[in-house]
């Protein structure tokens, strides 16, 4: 049976940060597209009415780990898809780290079909930029884009010769993939498991200083410069990270970056909890550091909010914190966390926060989404910004657990989420349109 793909939806807060639209409204979606108001007759439609929330582009997540293929014990394409559409993404990037890797066409042909057949939202799968994420040779750039690749990144690795990475961000550049970069010295980073400083002293663990980070932003800023195209640096968590990235910036430097929400939200102190739901990488890091990184998000030197969603079994994550798996999932926590740290805390507008998830990723992947313009596929994400509710891992659609959100008080969340025109998840009541209460 066809699904339903026309719809008015009504009187919502319409925010549309690419279009500097912010106002309430009706927005029409005919045949899963949006269209003119009035464009067609109503009763070819089903109407929902939104007053009191939301209504925003459907949002883009470029910072996923979906597992498959290789490690579908911790999450597959079917369940990391319908983890987004809870969350409210409706196009996610999916990292290379797969078993095979994702640094040839075969693989991303695999992830494509397996995604149009069992994905709930769109998937765009990046290639990684060496062979194997080895960081000792190219892997073959054009077949990658020729698969359909949105981007290059070794996410969870990073090239540490200078000379490799130079030409590979020729290359990229040459085919028009934007380069993701995991800022990672592997030397200084070593074998820590938190991030060097008070509470890495204070608890004897084994540390990982922020300059491990910041020598490669500098490298990468350096490189972008040589080889005159884009980096885009992955889950800033340095406060002199963002200095730079933004001093990059201001030099013309095709420099970008990304928070993810845990990074905007907690800190190192949580480490002396010993629980491994707070082992991430970058770690978390200290009071300043995460100021600085909402700064950077404030006067736009970070354009994107992404969640690194890492799942990883319970077995995997259960064992002692120097042995477990870096990485927590994120994908159904991101908007609440967002909104509760940054919006309702009074540091960014609810149009700024939308444009980290919307626009901002959309413009340095160079992709068509990200937008309520009419004519453009009606993947379209509600939200109820006030929304007060605890955040409970058993209502989780992600196949793991590891979040360290697990019944964290959260205002604002995601209430229904289409991809192009049809419902693929929602929290809102059975449409009462004459009922202005109904939300
Ligand atoms: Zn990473």
Known sequence: MKKNNSWILKGGRIIDPANHIDRIGDLWIRDGRIVEPDSFDPALAETVNLH?????PGLIDMHVHLRQPGNTDAETIRTGTMAAAAGGFTSIVAMPNTSPCADNAATIQYIKEFAAREGVVKVLPSGAL???R???EMSPVGSLKAAG???LTDDGSCIQNNELMRHVVEYAGNFGLPVLEHCEDKFLAGDGVMHEGYWSVLLGMKAMPAAAEEVIVARDIILSRLASWKIHIQHVSSAQSVKMIRAAQADGVRISAEATPHHIALTDVEIKKFDTNYKMNPPLRSEEDRMAVIEGLQDGTI????TD???HTQTAKLVEFDHA????IGLETAVPVALTELYHKNYLSLSQVISKFTVGPASILGIDAG????GAAADVTIIDPDCEYIVDVNDFYSKSRNTPFNGYAAKGRTMATFVDGVCIFSLLKESEPEDEESK
């Open 52 to 56: 009191g929330l939301v209504v925003a």
């Open 130 to 132: 060496s062979v194997g």
């Open 134 to 136: 080895k960081g000792e």
């Open 149 to 151: 690749v949105v981007a």
């Open 303 to 306: 354009a994107v909010i992404a």
């Open 309 to 311: 969603h890492a799942p």
């Open 325 to 328: 798996p870096f990485g927590i």
């Open 371 to 374: 937008t309520l313009s009419v």
